[in-house]
């Protein structure tokens, strides 16, 4: 069976070479192949073709006149197809499409309010447009591009992928610790006012571990539980009690000023995991494309 010689471009360009130097040997020099490549790729067409384009002796070639309607004809599609080519390439590399996002007001006012910045130091005809939701707001019936979430989801008509773990710590305000003093142990949060996150599934229970030890916190029913992690780290800065599950990149510039205290850095939590989603699609924005790449990336390098 013969092969389709449309999907041989590789060898034509061969061939085209073969013809401007009018020698297999010199052809090969140019193109940084073996003569032996150069002079299969001229048998590949010609199979593919059942046509001679060349003929080739020990001491010269001719070019065949089938040869020269095609280097002529093909040469000249070929030269459209590299124009395309360029043209198609030159669009990605200047984006000029506009991206929905949604994700939790925690990662708008940080990370994300970052990448999209960073992003459009390079693609500055790109424009984004920010939704702040809740942490586990549904994702599926709403008309973003992408999303970013503190959850997974399994729905055959998403596509979920785990972007990083963000580091949760505790932490209270300078003030708070003067008045009520440090703590040693998970037991003695019992003994203080704490904000805690209330996760997707309404069970605002915090496990910590230290080495082999494991405690289980279950906060009082009169204290103050949230999805919105700002909240509770402005009650915490207002040194209203203790924060007891805080992104360590949100806290690091009170930690370093000495507004607030890390508490009990040898207790750790559970990573925070963050997902991005978006639908499935036969075809995606060469935008959406990127974005998501630059943000994988971003986050394989921190």
């Keep these: 069976m013969k092969k389709n010689p449309n999907r041989r471009l590789k060898e034509w360009r061969v061939f085209f070479k073969i013809v401007e130097l009018q020698s297999i040997s010199l052809a090969a020099k140019a193109l940084c192949i073996e003569v032996s490549t150069a002079s299969k790729a001229l048998s590949i067409l010609e199979e593919a073709l059942g046509i001679k384009l060349i003929d080739r002796s020990t001491r010269s070639l001719e070019i065949t006149h089938a040869g020269l309607v095609a280097y002529e004809r093909m040469k000249e599609l070929t030269q459209e197809i590299d124009s395309f080519l360029n043209e198609f390439m030159e669009r990605r590399n200047n984006l000029d499409e506009e991206l929905t996002i949604s994700a939790p007001a925690i990662l708008c006012d940080g990370l994300l309010i970052d990448w999209i910045t960073s992003f459009q130091n390079t693609h500055k005809k790109t424009s984004f447009y920010l939704h702040s939701i809740k942490c586990y707001d549904n994702f599926k019936n709403k008309n973003y591009n992408l999303s970013i979430r503190l ?66 916190y279950t906060p009082k029913r009169r204290q103050f539980q949230t999805s919105d992690i700002l909240s509770q780290f402005n009650l915490m800065l207002k040194g209203s009690g203790i924060a007891v599950l805080t992104p360590e990149w949100l806290a690091i510039g009170h930690l370093n000023s000495g507004n607030i205290v890390q508490l009990l850095p040898q207790w750790k939590a559970s990573d925070m995991p963050v997902y991005i989603t978006w639908k499935h699609s036969k075809f995606y924005p060469n935008l959406l494309i990127e974005f998501v790449r630059f943000i994988q990336n971003a986050c394989n390098n921190s």
């Design 151 to 216: 959850n997974n989801v399994e729905d055959k008509h998403l596509i979920c992928e785990k972007l990083s773990n963000i580091e949760l710590i505790m932490c209270a305000s300078k003030e708070y610790i003067e008045k009520h003093g440090i703590i040693s142990h998970p037991k003695e949060l019992y003994s203080h006012e704490t904000f805690m996150l209330w996760d997707n599934e309404g069970k605002g229970i915090l496990r910590l571990k230290n080495g082999d030890e494991e405690f289980i």
